[in-house]
Each structure stands twice: as structure tokens, then as C-alpha cells.
């Protein structure tokens, strides 16, 4: 979808282990997201990176961080993972090709379910 | 991102027209109109999106308030595959917020 891969597609971790959840797009877009969605919450932006090595924090970041080292990469770590953090995760991408800055979608991937035991 | 008010759910029958509507009293003049929607876990997918004119695509059409307060989410011919849950998104800084929108039926 939207040139977009999300990996791995499913994950089972263990409570205190970090973890690593990759997004890789092959549209060479500048704006990329990553949303955690949980039953009665939506959708929540947790960070988000509008360049290379240039990223900023969403309304859910604690627990989180993000690397963006090439444009088509962006990962999200989970440094010591807890059970709280089980749920699905999206990344989103999003072109700065609209006449203003936000007249341009985003564009989500299939997601990644995580789940920490 | 202005709030936006979405009521939890809807039903439509199949073949007809499903008009969803959304308030956002308090956009600002930068701030585009979004619409996604969400079929089971799957991705959210884009719809269509307006500033202050109506907009029209092949999937939908999009219809804003003068005032710019509310609009209105056109499906001109809802079909079981348009089952799912609709956003609503006022979109103006990076922070992009989802709700948790409108949940539709299509009917048989």
C-alpha cells in the first residue's frame, strides 16, 4: 500500500526486551509517522520525523524513541518492553509536494501487532 | 488540530447514499478537512480532503460549510465493502490527531 512495509507483521515479546519495529517506504517521501492504535484510543501519534535524522515526539512517546538515518527508513525502538505496549502499530508516510504544507495525505502502512507478555 | 465531533455510529442501506457528517467548530483557516476510514485492522485508508470547497474523487464526496464548521462525508452509492469506521480530521501542524470516529453498516 502506498509503497509502504511494515516488518515484522506480528510479534510476540517478553516483558524488558527491546524491541524493534521497521517501516520502509519506496516513495522517497519526507514525512513519516509512527501511530499506536488501542481498542477506545484511535489512533496516536507517537513520533514522527520530517527528515533525515530530524524527528520530534507525538502525544504518546514515553517508553519510545525513533532513528531516521535514510530517507526510505524509520524505526521505532522499544527500549525494555512493557505490557502496556501491546498493540497494533502504524507508520505513515506523507509527500511535501501539496501547494501548502498540509495539503497532502498520509498514507499508512498494514500495520505491525505487537503483543508483550 | 481543531477538535472534531463524529457521532459513534451509523447504518446505511446498501445501494444508497451514506452521509456522514462531522462538526469542527473550532478550525482554524489553515487547517484542511481530512476524511479516512478503517476496514477491520487493516491500515487507515485516505478518502478525500478539502480546505473550503467541495471535493469530489472517486470514492467520495466532501462537503463543507461555508462557515467551515461542519461538513458532510458523501458515499453517493454505499456498497458492504464501505462498512467500516470513518475519520474525521482537522489537519493544520504535524500532529495529526485521529478520534474514534463514526462506526458505518452497510445493510444488506
Known amino acids: 500500500d502506498a509503497g509502504i512495509t511494515q516488518s515484522p507483521r506480528h510479534k510476540v515479546t517478553e516483558t524488558g526486551t527491546p524491541v524493534t519495529l521497521r517501516c520502509h517506504q519506496t516513495e522517497n517521501h519526507r514525512y513519516m509517522y509512527w501511530y499506536r492504535q488501542d481498542p477506545g484510543h484511535g489512533l496516536r501519534l507517537i513520533h514522527y520525523s520530517y527528515g533525515v535524522k530530524d524527528t520530534d515526539k507525538g502525544e504518546v512517546s514515553d517508553g519510545y524513541s525513533v532513528s531516521r538515518s535514510k530517507t526510505e527508513d524509520f524505526l521505532l525502538t522499544l527500549e525494555s518492553a512493557t505490557s502496556s505496549q501491546t498493540s497494533v502499530y502504524f507508520c505513515a508516510i506523507r509527500s511535501d509536494r501539496g501547494d501548502t504544507m498540509y495539503n497532502s495525505p498520509l498514507h499508512f502502512g498494514n500495520g505491525t501487532r505487537l503483543t508483550v507478555t | 488540530d481543531a477538535k472534531t465531533t463524529q457521532p459513534p455510529s451509523m447504518d446505511c442501506a446498501e445501494g444508497r447514499a451514506a452521509n456522514l457528517p462531522c462538526n469542527h467548530s473550532?478550525?482554524?483557516?489553515?487547517?484542511?478537512v481530512y476524511w479516512y476510514r478503517q476496514i477491520h485492522s487493516q491500515g487507515p485508508q485516505y478518502i478525500i480532503h478539502?480546505?473550503?470547497n467541495n471535493e469530489t474523487n472517486e470514492m467520495a464526496s466532501l462537503i463543507i460549510t461555508e462557515d467551515r464548521k461542519s461538513s458532510t462525508l458523501i458515499l453517493p452509492h454505499a456498497t458492504l465493502r464501505d462498512t467500516a469506521v470513518y475519520y474525521c480530521i482537522a489537519f493544520g501542524n504535524e500532529k495529526l490527531t485521529f478520534g474514534t470516529g463514526t462506526r458505518l453498516t452497510i445493510i444488506p
Open positions: 478539502g480546505l473550503k
Open positions: 473550532t478550525i482554524s483557516g489553515n487547517e484542511y
